[in-house]
């Protein structure tokens, strides 16, 4: 028999947190992620998203043993402001029995449908920088940090419970050694002279700092036609800087200005920290802070994290800008690798970007939706 119980104290949420550990013990390519970040990440006092989103967390007991866990979401930035009736799920992980992954959907829909919403769609998060999609294909590679990691037969789960594909992700790598230069280092030259643009260069993570604002406006507005994009407040701007500018070389952020000094054009580059997170195995002490800090500094892989053109400056070749910078460091540091995290399949701008880099996809992922009425 399974037992579907919510949880609200900080034990019950370590829990939540921690089964995934022993869900995926014996995996090669999970990623563990650091437990007191998650546990932040859940708290309602320290993450803003809960001005503006709600969740309740759920796990599963089968003979008194945690089987299975889910987080129902509701994010009403979403709901109300753009009229998307939607019941987000996600930290969606379970054995392989039906009748957990069942009972834990279960839960999702009935709040759903307390709440007057026509649909359930995940595996997501709260917003668009959280983590999405359940892996398809590509299980025998280690996934970036801002990923989910899962077990092939999920997809079954979703498939026998009455779930249909929402939407495509594709993540892909290309050696650096594929980049050719002369594809972008005239054109840069000429774009920076035709639209009196100039590349910022950083060395310290407090010059970062007061272009960071700017740089989520930016976010919102070039990514604001995507399919279910939700705006970055105010507040959630103070959280992420904190959250996830502290973990990235400021040498791997590139802003575009032009001669107002109004960004228009950025991206963000991070090493990659899999196999670092891997070692840590969820605590920052006593070792895990040093596996962090050396991938920080010595990972020879990257991971395309973010990059946004201000939609005045689409289709003007500005990526090339963003290219040359990075190239120019990349090379001074050895990089073999570079990673894009997901992508939406049908985000066809985005994949012209990198075309002449011989990208090959690796992995693909989607979010499956159901109707509840």
Request: with cysteine.
């Amino acid at each position: 028999m399974i037992t579907i119980k919510e949880i609200f104290s900080k034990k019950e949420l370590k829990q939540f947190v921690k089964f995934p550990f022993k869900l995926y013990k014996d995996s090669k390519c999970w990623v563990p992620p650091i437990i007191s970040q998650e546990l932040q990440t859940f708290n309602k006092d320290e993450n803003p998203i809960f001005n503006d989103a709600e969740a309740r967390f759920f796990l599963a007991y089968k003979d008194n043993t945690i089987v299975g866990r889910v987080a129902a979401i509701i994010n009403w930035l979403e709901v109300n402001g753009q009229d998307q009736k939607k019941m987000r799920f996600g930290w969606f992980d379970f054995i392989d029995d039906q009748e957990v992954s069942k009972a834990l959907l279960t839960k999702v829909e009935e709040i759903g449908k307390a709440n007057n919403l026509e649909y359930a769609e995940g595996p997501v998060g709260f917003s668009n920088l959280d983590k999405v999609g359940v892996i398809t294909e590509g299980f025998d590679t280690i996934p970036p940090m801002v990923t989910w990691y899962n077990h092939p037969y999920y997809v079954e789960h979703y498939e026998a419970l009455g779930y249909t594909v929402e939407k495509g992700y594709i993540e892909s790598i290309f050696p650096f050694a594929n980049v050719n230069p002369e594809t972008f280092a005239k054109a840069q030259a000429l774009i920076k002279k035709r639209y009196n643009l100039r590349a910022l260069k950083f060395t310290k993570t407090e010059d970062v700092m007061p272009y960071a604002d700017k740089m989520f406006d930016l976010f919102n507005e070039s990514y604001s036609s995507l399919s279910s994009f939700v705006k970055i407040t105010d507040i959630q701007k103070e959280y992420f800087k904190k959250k996830f500018i502290s973990f990235v070389n400021p040498e791997y952020i590139k802003f575009v200005v032009d001669k107002n000094d109004d960004l228009i054009g950025f991206a963000i580059v991070m090493p990659s920290f899999s196999k670092a997170l891997q070692k840590a195995n969820g605590k920052l002490f006593p070792f895990g802070f040093r596996h962090i800090l050396k991938a920080k500094k010595h990972s020879k892989d990257v991971i395309f994290y973010l990059i946004g053109i201000h939609p005045d400056y689409q289709n003007k070749g500005v990526h090339a800008v963003i290219f040359n910078e990075y190239y120019e460091i990349f090379t001074k540091k050895n990089i073999e690798n570079c990673y894009r995290t997901p992508e939406l399949e049908d985000n066809e701008a985005i994949q012209k970007i990198w075309k002449h880099f011989d990208p090959k996809v690796y992995r693909k992922r989607k979010t499956f939706r159901k109707n509840l009425n």
